[in-house]
Each structure stands twice: as structure tokens, then as C-alpha cells.
């Protein structure tokens, strides 16, 4: 059986959930590369991150399902300052608030400055952590 790459992942845990997704509608799948990513996260880059495999025959069917997947998920998520969909939840690196950080994030990149998981909106360009969104939904 012949299976084409779909999609691309940074992380397992969005891969697994659309894995599922996809194996509960019938589609024959799989992840290529999860291991290696998962158990080394910094090969990502090296192995072109977690790919999403699908069988040949039912690539259109898939396709359809996870453009459906990712409308379902822009309509749940908006944005806090303009109410637009196209956001994502990204890794930004901290700024490096003294020298010592300044020279250890030149020498060694993200690795020596702890990373921070924002939303980031491609309309309006904001950006805005996990807590404000919870903060924005509470009633
Ligand atoms: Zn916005």
C-alpha cells in the first residue's frame, strides 16, 4: 500500500490528536519521525519535524477532513484584541533581561533562554499568553 505525506507536526501532541481524528473517520495512517522528535525534540529541524502519512487512495478524503479540523479549531480559537481566527500558538524565546542572558542566548540560541508559548494573531499581529485567553473566556 502507498501512502503519501499529508501534513507536518512540531509536536506529538498535536499529530496524535489529528492521528486520531483521522483513524476514527477511517482513514488508514500513520506518523513518520514521531520517535525521533519526541524522544530528541532537537532534530526537529533535522528530520523535517512529525509527518503525517496517509494512504494513497484516501489522501483527498483526509485532506478534506483536517482542512474541516482546522476550521472547527479557528471558529473555537480568536484573538483577544480583533476577534480573528487566524491565530496559533507559538514558542517565542524569552528577551534576555541582563547581559549574562544576552551572552549565553548568543553563544548557545534558544537553548539557554527558556521559551515562552504565546498566541499570535496574523491579523492584528498581537500576541498573548495562555492566561489572558482564559482570563477573555471566563464568564
Ligand atoms: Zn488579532
Not at 19 to 28: A, F, S, T
Request: hydrophobic content about 40%; charged content about 25%; glycine content about 6%.
Amino acid at each position: 500500500m502507498d501512502f503519501v505525506h499529508l501534513d507536518t507536526y512540531l509536536n506529538y501532541i498535536d499529530a496524535n490528536i489529528i492521528l486520531g481524528r483521522l483513524e476514527n473517520e477511517g482513514i488508514n495512517c500513520w506518523l513518520m519521525d514521531e520517535n525521533t522528535v519526541t524522544v530528541n525534540p532537537i532534530w526537529n529541524q533535522a528530520v523535517g519535524g512529525i509527518k503525517l502519512m496517509v494512504a494513497s487512495q484516501q489522501a483527498e478524503w483526509a485532506l478534506e477532513l483536517l482542512s474541516a479540523f482546522k476550521e472547527e479549531k479557528k471558529q473555537a480559537i480568536k484573538c483577544i484584541h480583533c476577534g480573528s481566527g487566524n491565530i496559533e500558538f507559538v514558542t517565542t524565546p524569552r528577551k534576555a533581561s541582563n547581559w549574562l542572558g544576552a551572552f549565553a542566548g548568543f553563544f548557545l540560541g534558544d537553548l539557554a533562554l527558556p521559551v515562552d508559548k504565546v498566541y499570535h494573531c496574523f491579523d492584528c499581529k498581537a500576541e498573548f499568553s495562555q492566561e489572558k485567553m482564559d482570563k477573555k473566556n471566563e464568564f
